[in-house]
């Protein structure tokens, strides 16, 4: 089994930045893939980056420029790092941790993005 806790979610207004950290623990395999996904009010979770063990990183066109994803392997740990935040940004975010087997869910972070 696998653990993921998030935390580094709040209130930011528009434009303002937020970084997520989570962190994994227990049975991790070396060669896994780490993300984040969103969950806004009445909309189905979506992905939002996604980044290999290896640092291949894959991103929503929606926040292409704007959010950077990052990892410490030696630490378990992933990073999203939010800048030019959106109302439209405003949801649950999740962290993911997918190996062979298993796809692992933390218990999500509420961001809210209002002025």
């Known amino acids: 089994q696998v653990q993921l806790v998030e935390s580094g979610g709040g209130l930011v207004q528009p434009g303002g930045s937020l970084t997520l950290s989570c962190a994994a623990s227990?049975?991790?395999?070396?060669?896994?893939?780490m993300g984040w996904y969103r969950q806004a009010p009445g909309k189905q979770r979506e992905l939002v980056a996604t980044i290999t063990y290896g640092g291949s990183t894959n991103y929503a066109d929606s926040v292409k420029g704007r959010f950077t994803i990052s990892r410490d392997n030696a630490k378990n740990m992933v990073y999203l790092q939010m800048n030019s935040l959106k109302p439209e940004d405003r949801a649950i975010y999740y962290c993911?941790?997918?190996?062979?087997?298993?796809?692992?869910w933390g218990q999500g972070t509420q961001v809210t993005v209002s002025s």
């Open positions: 227990g049975s991790i395999d070396t060669f896994n893939t």
């Open positions: 993911n941790l997918r190996q062979t087997p298993g796809d692992y």
